[in-house]
């Protein structure tokens, strides 16, 4: 396994670590039954998804680090033209998920929906692009392309 497919795995199990502590409360709640702490406040929420963000940030970050001290000089090649090509294929795949996503949330609001949801709605969107990207170069990584 390359090191970019093993840093592309490690970032896709934080995210979905980080996002299903987040998004089974907060989805749970508006299905009723879970309970989000604070009832649900629109601060309480922007403090949630901060935390997300930047824990997923340290936790890929510390990943990363452990993973380049094991894998010695394998860190310092430069990307090829298959690791770009890799790259582009995930970020194609991630943005229409966004777009789409991003499209749903809006069309939320035509439905009734209040801001809170719709800001919920916008990051669950940000989440599944970003897991669509990940995935996409850990599938053409491990298929050999």
């Known amino acids: 396994m390359s090191f970019r497919e093993r840093l592309a795995w490690m970032q896709l199990l934080a995210l979905l670590g980080f996002s299903g502590a987040y998004f089974i409360p907060v989805f749970g709640a508006y299905l009723g039954w879970a309970t989000v702490p604070g009832g649900g406040q629109f601060i309480w929420l922007m403090v949630c998804i901060l935390g997300v963000i930047v824990g997923q940030i340290v936790i890929a970050i510390i990943l990363a680090v452990m993973l380049a001290l094991r894998s010695g000089g394998k860190v310092r090649s430069a990307a090829d033209e298959r690791d770009r090509q890799v790259a582009l294929l995930g970020t194609r ?53």
């Open 93 to 145: 795949s991630g943005f229409y998920v966004l777009v789409t996503g991003t499209i749903a949330a809006m069309l939320s609001l035509h439905y009734g929906s209040d801001k809170l949801l719709l800001v919920n709605l916008m990051f669950c969107a940000l989440s599944v692009a970003e897991l669509a990207r990940l995935g996409t170069i850990a599938f053409v990584y491990r298929r050999g392309w």
